[in-house]
């Protein structure tokens, strides 16, 4: 079984929200919501992300990015934005998803999820990293 199949299998079984396969191995999975383990594995190298293949709920433009800077080769997302698809496009990273939706919305579905917001002012993978790190801090 090829690697993505493996991620997206192992994601709807076990309930993930995020998992991550290289060379039919998992690397990482996580039930956390939102763009904290694509944030996580970003800050531990792109070593980990390079041509793997990642599985998610939501996929934004601001995690496309990230897995971008990362070299991740395959995405499936069971909800992916038109900004995410552009990135992975543009990047000539292989996708798929279940739902396409024009933005990610916030939690209370009355707007754009902040970080798709904050994504919008970057281009690339490391200053995007930078201003969503800079965010969490101020939040709390």
């Known amino acids: 079984m ?16 995020f998992i ?13 919501k939102g763009i904290k383990p694509i944030l996580d594995l ?20 601001a995690g496309a990015l990230l897995l971008r800077g990362g070299k991740t080769s395959r995405v499936y997302a069971q909800i992916m934005s038109e900004e995410a698809i552009k990135i992975f496009e543009e990047a000539g990273i292989e996708y798929s998803y279940d739902q396409r939706v024009p933005m990610i919305l916030d939690k209370d579905m009355t707007g754009v999820c902040i970080l798709e ?18 965010h969490l801090k101020n939040k709390q």
């Open 117 to 134: 917001k904050i994504s919008m002012e970057e281009n690339s993978s490391q200053n995007l990293y930078e201003k969503i790190l800079q």
């Open 2 to 17: 090829k690697s993505l199949q493996i991620a997206i299998k192992k994601l709807e079984q076990e309930g993930l929200s």
């Open 20 to 32: 991550l396969v290289k060379e039919g191995v998992v690397l990482k999975k996580s039930k956390e």
């Open 42 to 61: 970003y800050r531990e190298g792109s070593v980990l992300l390079e041509g793997g293949a990642v599985a998610d709920r939501v996929m934004g433009r």
